[in-house]
């Protein structure tokens, strides 16, 4: 699917409709994910979910990080935006 070459008005809404897609897209991958979290903590809230920030902080904190090693390894930390396509 390619703009170039067209006119105007259907760049226009071939941007728009593929902006449609990836928000509805994302949408739906933020909908699986509250799933996905709202099931961990029926089957096991005692522990953090594999994977989440705060089973990073657990494992940090098991290894010996200090909270002032811990704020420093953070300043540390670059973190961009990657844009994807969806798989399939």
Request: proline share 7%.
């Amino acid at each position: 699917m390619r703009i170039r070459g067209r006119k105007p008005e259907q760049a226009a809404s071939l941007i728009r409709a593929i902006s449609l897609w990836f928000q509805v897209i994302n949408v739906a991958e933020k909908v699986q994910r509250i799933r996905r979290r709202r099931q961990y903590f029926r089957e096991d809230s005692d522990k953090p979910q594999p994977g989440g920030i705060e089973d990073a902080f657990a494992e940090l904190k098991a290894q010996g990080l200090g909270c002032e090693e811990l704020c420093k390894l953070l300043g540390t930390l670059s973190i961009e935006p990657v844009l994807m396509a969806p798989p399939g």
